[in-house]
């Protein structure tokens, strides 16, 4: 029996938004979900004594399941967190004791990582540890030659995300898992971006640690996961960044917010059975697009056979990217960047790091749709842009 994907998002402006890879729009279907949750189980999941503290318990270790089954990780290796940038701060500061006592000062990364995992690495070179930052290349992915040529035998860590957020640009993940084959090193990606939409890579056993958000996956915000996986039967040796109550494992201690857990492992499991369906639909959107986009001059920024099929990042010559912005805001939401950062007028670290011209710098946005898209008027968008040329 064919499936059919949700209705298209209920649009609240005149506009069309385009900026999935800042935040999705929820599911109807999680947010049912969250509703019943929050109207019908009021338990708090660490509450032992009583059967609504037992079904609140139950309802996480669902969602567990749920999230697990993604990666192909064990439900007890999933820790639920506020997010990705939370998940990030504990696998790379959690390892921090660890990593002094063994004597394994050297980090591995990349110049073009999130900002939740350069932070953390900055507070790590603060503590005396070696970060080796690694730039990528013109298609925007870091090369598996420079990653092996940083490896040293006391790197303790090498983070690399599983897909930009600027540029969409799929990183290669499953060739560094390769090459950590036979090094002690854990691998930590941030799949902030890619998890429930990239699949297959993430469930190599070689990755360690997995940072996600669940307003990433068409679920709510606030919460998100870090998962853990047991290296030949070994615990990550993760300790906690902050302190009471010792729930997740003792990593994440905070009452958990059931409704929240209950819409991620909702999302994460229609993530994972429409994902094929998703991806045709962002196949389409992106078509489109590029018909609409190839009579002006524009510059596709990175290797478009690396990026996924929700995000598209270019420049048209000499149009600024504010400009852009301004003169299409009542056809279509865009951004010049990262959402989290979208606010500073700084040039964007990963474009900067790409080595692009100044006029891409200055000019480059990002377009972003999911299966919730409705309708773009493409030819409204091109015309748009080509009264700035």
């Not at 990364?109 to 999130?114: A, G, L, Q, R």
Request: proline share 4%; with cysteine.
């Amino acid at each position: 029996m064919s499936r059919k994907l949700a209705s298209e998002v209920i649009q609240t402006t005149s506009s069309v938004y385009l900026d999935c890879a800042a935040t999705t729009p929820i599911e109807p279907a999680v947010l049912n979900e969250m509703l019943r949750v929050w109207t019908e189980e009021p338990g708090n999941s660490g509450s032992r004594t009583h059967e609504y503290g037992l079904r609140a318990k139950k309802i996480i270790q669902n969602a567990r399941e749920q999230v697990a089954s993604v990666v192909r990780a064990k439900p007890e290796e999933v820790i639920f967190t506020s997010g990705a940038t939370e998940s990030n701060n504990i696998a790379v500061l959690g390892l921090m004791a660890w990593g002094m006592g063994c004597g394994r000062r050297h980090i591995v990364s990349t110049s073009i990582e999130h900002k939740a995992v350069l932070e953390p690495l900055r507070e790590m070179e603060k503590q005396g540890f070696e970060v080796t930052l690694l730039p990528p290349d013109s298609s925007g992915a870091v090369s598996v030659h420079a990653v092996s040529d940083a490896l040293r035998p006391d790197t303790l860590l090498v983070s690399i995300m599983q897909v930009n957020n600027e540029t969409g640009i799929r990183q290669p993940i499953g060739e560094i898992s390769t090459l950590l084959a036979d090094h002690d090193a854990y691998f930590h990606v941030d799949a902030a971006q890619g998890f429930g939409k990239d699949i297959e890579v993430l469930r190599n056993n070689r990755i360690d640690l997995i940072a996600c958000s669940s307003h990433k996956i068409f679920g709510p915000m606030g919460v998100g996961c870090l998962i853990a996986r047991s290296r030949d039967l070994a615990k990550v040796p993760l300790a906690p960044i902050f302190f009471g109550g010792g729930q997740e494992r003792g990593l994440r201690p905070g009452t958990l917010p059931v409704p929240l857990i209950a819409g991620m492992g909702l999302a994460a499991e229609m993530a994972e059975r429409d994902y094929v369906l998703r991806k045709e639909k962002c196949l389409e959107v992106r078509a489109e697009a590029l018909d609409a986009l190839n009579s002006l001059n524009v510059t596709l920024v990175g290797d478009q056979t690396l990026a996924l099929s929700h995000i598209l990042s270019f420049a048209v010559e000499g149009v600024d990217s504010e400009a852009m912005m301004v003169a299409l805001k009542d056809v279509v939401a865009v951004s010049n960047g990262s959402a989290c950062t979208s606010q500073s007028y700084e040039p964007s670290h990963v474009l900067t790091a790409m080595g692009v011209s100044e006029g891409v710098l200055n000019g480059a946005v990002r377009m972003s749709w999911c299966h919730l898209t409705p309708h773009v008027n493409w030819r409204e968008v091109s015309r748009r842009i080509s009264e700035l040329i």
